[in-house]
């Protein structure tokens, strides 16, 4: 079945130490986005990809980067997590002229 | 700018019962969706409808039902006869409906406990 994969589904990082989440797609589409949602709270969006354009949000810590290098995977760096950053992150694809979105099953970050 | 509020943050009912999910949006878009997501302790989001705005027609699924008023812009939820797997957070959402890439935007969610 076509799907948004997010690995590893736990991750555990140290204070400060670069970390890494994952997301591929089977579906081709064209826009990969990014979500942070922590505790009690809505998803908030950090940025996506229009095939290779890359779109930050305005609020969006410098601390995160993303990656795309081709149309299946999208990476999330965080440079030096903090506390704060603890959260689950999600993953989620959109086709141009379509009105749907697919989520992955997300990545949930701790920080130690 | 969008924006969707869901006043009830947390509802308890017990099993069987009916409960209603209240989502009131604004957007100045004339075309835009609407979406409900479920989201079980696990944690991943699960897509429940996606409505555009030039189909105010009420759906029913299986034991959930949307009902969509634009006058009013509300987009509640009912779901009928509630079990216990019914437990999770909704989110409302909304979207606009041109554009390359439209960013989803979250209400605040409403926990649902669905009590034995």
């Known amino acids: 079945d076509a799907m948004v994969i997010q690995n590893p589904r736990y991750q555990v990082t140290q204070f400060g130490k670069p970390v890494t989440l994952s997301c591929s797609q089977t579906l081709n589409h064209n826009v990969m986005y990014w979500y942070q949602q922590k505790s009690s709270q809505a998803p908030k969006l950090l940025f996506h990809?229009?095939?290779?354009?890359?779109?930050n949000e305005a609020d969006t810590p410098d601390n995160f980067q993303s990656r795309r290098p081709n149309t299946s995977f999208c990476f999330l760096d965080i440079r030096s997590p903090g506390l704060g950053d603890a959260a689950m992150y999600l993953c989620?694809?959109?086709?141009?002229?379509?009105?749907?979105?697919?989520f992955g099953s997300g990545t949930r970050l701790t920080v130690v | 700018a969008q924006k969707v509020t869901q006043a009830q943050t947390e509802i308890s009912v017990v099993e069987k019962e009916d409960v209603t999910l209240d989502c009131v949006y604004e957007?100045?878009?004339?075309?835009?969706?609407l979406f409900w997501y479920k989201q079980p302790p696990s944690g991943e989001l699960v897509f429940l409808i996606r409505r555009n705005s030039f189909d105010e027609q009420n759906e029913i699924s299986g034991r959930y039902s949307w009902n969509f008023q634009k006058s009013t812009s509300s987009f509640n939820f009912t779901i009928t006869a509630s079990q216990v797997v019914d437990s999770a957070v909704y989110f409302c959402?909304?979207?606009?409906?041109?554009?390359?890439?439209?960013?989803?935007?979250f209400g605040s969610g409403t926990q649902l406990t669905v009590l034995p």
């Open positions: 957007t100045r878009d004339t075309t835009y969706y």
């Open positions: 990809y229009y095939d290779k354009d890359f779109n």
């Open positions: 959402a909304l979207s606009e409906a041109s554009g390359s890439a439209r960013q989803l935007t």
């Open positions: 989620a694809t959109s086709r141009v002229g379509g009105g749907g979105y697919t």
